[in-house]
Structure formats: C-alpha cells, structure tokens
C-alpha cells in the first residue's frame, strides 16, 4: 500500500557538530599524558634496549673528550710515542662506538613509536567504529582528522623526544659528576649544580613559553582549519551565495592570531634557550680555576687538569635536549587530553557495526521522534516490511540526513523505539552518506571496502548497474586504476556513482541513502531515484529495503512518502 506522510517540524535545528573533544571540558593533566602513554602499548624490553644504546652513545662521547683531553694534555709533555698508543686507539675506537650505537639508538626508539602509533591508532580506530556513533558525528571533520593524525603522531614521538632523552641525561649527569668527582669534588659540586639549572630551569622556562604559545594559539590553530575544511569542502556552494570571501578572511584572520600568539612567547624561549650556554660557562669557568689553583698546588697532574676543563663540555650534551624535551611533553599531554576526550565519549566499544547479509525482519516504527538536541518533526510511526521502498524529502534543514542516521542506529532517538532495535539496526544497515569518502586507492579497493569476498565480476556488474561502465572502460588498468588524490581524481557525478556501486555491493539488508542522485544532471538523477524506489527495476534486491532522503521528486511512487518540513 503507497501512502504518503508529511511530518511538519516544529522548527530548524542544525547538527550540534563540533562538540569540545575534551572529557568533561577539564583542562589536560599529567594523568592525560600517562594515559595516553598506555595507548602506545611500549614494550619494557625494547624500551630499556633504547636506553641503554643512547646512554653508550652519549657516554662514548663523555668517554672520548675525557681521553682527549687526557691524550692532548700527555702528548704536551713529548713523551714517547708508545705511551700514547693505547690513548690513541681508544679515541678512535670511541669515535666509531659512538656513530654505532647512534644509529643503533635511533632504529631501537622509531622503532618503538612506529609501533606505539599503530597501536594508538588501532585502539582509536576501532573504539570509534564500535563505540558510541554519535562521537565521530558530532565531531567537527577538522578536529577528528586532527586527533587521528597530528594528536597520535605526537604522542609517539613522545617515547623519542622525552621519555628517553630524560633518562639517558639523568644516567649521563650521575656518570659525569661521579667522574669529575674523583679529580675534584668542588668541581664536581658545581657540574652537578650547572646540570641541575640546564636540566630543570632551562627546561621549565620552555615549557612556560609553549605554554603561553600554545594556549592561544591552539584556539586560533582550530579555528583555522576547520575554516580552511569549510572552504576545501564547499567552496562552489559559498561563492555563489557570497559566503567565500568572508570564509576566506576567517581562516586568514585565525592564521593571523596563531603568529602573533606564538610571537608573543619569544622572550621567554629566548630566556630558556640562554640557561644552557650559561650553565656550560659557568661549569667550564669553575672547574679551570679550580683545576689551576689544584695544579699551581701540584694535587693534580697537569692531564686531569685537562679532563677537568673538557670534561663538562661533553657533560650537557644530555641535558641540551631537555627543553625541547618539555615542550613536547607539555603537546603530548595537551594532544592526549584530547584523545582521551575522544575515546572516552566512545565508550567501551562493544557494538558491531559492520552490516549483516543475515535477512531483515523488516522495520517497526513507534512514535520515533529524531534530533539532536530538540524534536525536528513530530512522532513518525510506520511499519516497513522488508523489500519496501521509502522516500524522505524536503529542503536544506529539515531533518532529512538526521532522520536516516537515526533510523539506522547510528544516533539515538529522541523518543520512541523501533524494531529490531538499535543494535539490530547497525548490524543490518547500511547508511551511504552524502560526504562518504573516496579513497585514494584503486577503484577495486574503494569498491571492497562494501564488500570484501566480492569478485571483479561482482564489482564490474556493480559498476555497470549505476552507469560507471563506460567511464570505467577509458580507464588505463580498468579497476586497477589509483584514484589519485581520492575524490579530486572524479567529478562529482562519477564520485556519486561510485559510491552507489558500493551500496549496489553491499550485503547489507536496508540501505539507507542520503541525497544519491546529488551532483547528477536532472535526467540522471530522476532516472536513479527511480530505480532506487522502483522494486522491479533491478538496480536493488527486491527483498532489500531501501530508504531515500532526497531534495528531489521521483517519477514512480514509493510504497511511503515522508515529507520533511
């Protein structure tokens, strides 16, 4: 029986998209960054492997410039050639252990981030994917793009950048004031007191400077680019209602704020990067006047007075790092903060929501009322059995894309339930968005992604159903052919097919539409529609229920009109 319903709403609401990331909107802690450490799932083994190989990097060149300066000191005296033999041989051995075990250092930590990544990344991925959907939903597209990237590679870089640059300087200053100490305690006081300052001081000060920096400019960085997605993603729509200009001035003006704001943490950086220099002065200076006054005295021989001058300029090659080491530290906890607002708000991921060939018992609606916030329409109820074909239209703002998200489980509804339920409703839909994303892969694998056991066959006869097959035949390697750069290597109407290929393909027994015939001429685009709505046309299973949201009036009836607005 066709019937059609109109469902007057009550007034326009848009999507609550961008919704603050951050759990309970609390500012980031040290707790956030131990948190987030434990998503990067670090092995102990490889990272005390890590430890030990830059502690013998750092330690060869502590070691070298005591024997140089031993080796230059002796050879002063012109003694024989013999004496320095060994002296020489150990320099040079030193030398080659240090490129060594550098570059056994370095393989060991990316190594260690590379997998600590992936790891994040795969914990992130699947928590969104199984979790709460209305977390990637109501997320602004900038902001998710920007945890998923920039938020996890800086946590990784984090095991690099801190956790072992900070325990080789503390393993190296314990090594070099134990080494000094034996010529002269004084001197090794005032070493331990310089590496304090350019291990602690230095390295607050830099964090007080990426602090303030990062403070204001994180706001203006944000706004900044979800301005420049909003141009990258409708730049036709807002020149030709006049909107682009003044978009564009948006993301200037928020460019604008993030330079100034990083301007204005200069001196405090400039303050922070001094301490270091400083601290080597003053240790340098210190332990030469006391190693001249020891040999005017004769307590040392005149090669400990060179271990004793040379020996602190390789000491701070450890503690050098440390300032650059907090501002990561300082990133790291902000960019776990805000992953940890993500994951959390997914919750424990225990939902499935990967599209089930199992048959459909059909849909049962009671008193549905679909939003976000408030009601867009009032109670819709309607009993849709399997194989049938529903239309949802009206304008821009009416509800359309939220009422198929909502019938498809993907966000709660207001009020109301519907059979088989939400969790039955995800395992058995398959909701095709306007803005899906097209890969920048072969046709086959953005293809596979609907339905992986499929055959070129099965993807060729797809592709002949949705009117890809001429375009698909000028390709050079057919399906094997990489869309460079994704979406941009289509137009828009190819890009709308192709998807609709991957409904075609699917195993999913309701499909849910959003605006398929978009970007179509208005000839193709009624011809889609229709087919989509017309159960004998062949495009779609008889037995598949196909819901539509579209601006646009078909041709043929559908078994239920829902008009929107």
């Given amino acids: 029986m066709k019937t059609q319903r109109r469902l007057d709403k009550p007034g326009r609401q848009r999507p609550q998209q961008g919704t603050d990331l951050r759990p309970n909107g609390n500012r980031p802690t040290w707790r956030d960054l131990r948190r987030g450490l434990a998503l990067l799932d670090i092995p102990r083994d490889r990272t005390l492997l890590a430890i030990l190989a830059a502690t013998i990097t750092l330690g060869s060149a502590l070691a070298l410039a005591a024997v140089s300066a031993w080796l230059i000191m002796r050879a002063f005296a012109m003694p024989p050639v013999l004496d320095l033999t060994v002296a020489v041989v150990a320099v040079r051995a030193l030398g080659i252990s240090r490129g060594v075990f550098r570059y056994l250092d370095r393989l060991a930590t990316h190594d260690i981030a590379l997998r600590g990544t992936v790891a994040a990344r795969t914990t992130l991925y699947r928590r969104l994917a199984t979790g709460n959907p209305r977390t990637a939903l109501a997320a602004r597209r900038g902001q998710l793009l920007a945890r998923t990237g920039e938020d996890i590679d800086t946590l990784g870089e984090t095991v690099v950048r801190v956790l072992i640059p900070v325990a080789v300087a503390l393993l190296l200053a314990l090594i070099a004031v134990g080494g000094l100490a034996l010529i002269s305690p004084l001197a090794a006081a005032i070493l331990a007191i310089a590496l304090l300052l350019s291990g602690t001081v230095a390295p607050a000060l830099a964090a ?39 978009a564009l001035d948006r993301a200037a003006r928020a460019l604008r704020h993030t330079d100034t704001s990083i301007d204005r943490a200069a001196t405090t950086t400039a303050v922070a990067s001094a301490t270091v220099p ?6 340098v200076i210190g332990s030469l006047l006391i190693g001249l006054e020891l040999y005017g005295n004769g307590a ?15 000491a701070f090659e450890a503690t050098s790092a440390l300032p650059e080491a907090a501002i990561h530290a300082l990133r790291a906890r902000n960019a776990s903060h805000r992953l940890l607002g993500l994951l959390d708000d997914a919750g424990t991921g225990d939902v499935a929501p990967v599209a089930s060939s199992a048959p459909a018992e059909g849909l049962e609606l009671r008193g549905i009322q679909h939003g976000w916030t408030t009601p867009l329409a009032p109670p819709l109820d309607a009993t849709w059995p399997p194989g049938s074909r529903i ?7 009416t509800g359309k894309t939220t009422l198929l998200l909502t019938l498809t489980g993907l966000i709660p509804p207001l009020a109301g339930s519907m059979e088989p339920g939400w969790a039955g409703a995800r395992e058995q839909s398959l909701f095709l968005a306007e803005d899906a994303h097209i890969f920048a892969t072969t046709v086959r694998d953005n293809l596979l992604l609907a339905r992986g056991d499929a055959t070129d066959a099965d993807l060729l006869a ?3 159903a949705v009117g890809l097959g001429e375009w698909l ?14 979406e941009e290597a289509l137009s828009g109407g190819q890009r709308r097919r192709l998807l609709l290929a991957r409904a075609v393909l699917s195993p999913a027994p309701v499909l849910l539409l959003d605006e398929p015939s978009e970007h179509l001429d208005a000839a193709s685009a009624v011809r889609v529609l229709d087919a989509l709505l017309d159960r004998g046309s062949g495009l779609m299973d008889a037995q598949r229920t196909v819901i539509v949201a579209s601006h646009l009036a078909p041709t043929v009836e559908p078994d239920e009109w829902v008009r929107l607005g």
């Avoid at 007080?208 to 993603?233: F, K, P, Q, S, Y």
């Avoid at 021989?301 to 390789?314: D, E």
């Avoid at 035949?473 to 994704?486: F, K, R």
Wanted: aromatic share 0%; hydrophobic share 45%; glycine share 12%.
């Fill in 462 to 464: 797809a592709c002949e």
């Fill in 300 to 314: 040392i021989a005149l090669t400990s007075l060179g271990i004793l001058v040379l020996l602190p300029l390789a």
């Fill in 278 to 283: 400083l601290a080597i002065a003053a240790s």
């Fill in 208 to 246: 007080r400077a990426a602090t303030i920096r990062e403070h204001a400019a994180d706001t203006h960085r944000g706004e900044h680019r979800d301005a420049t997605m909003a141009v990258l993603d409708h730049a036709a729509e807002l020149r030709v209602t006049g909107q682009l200009r003044p």
């Fill in 391 to 397: 239309l949802g239209t009206g304008s821009s703002g």
């Fill in 473 to 486: 035949a000028t390709l050079p390697d057919g399906l094997g052919t990489v869309l460079e750069g994704g």
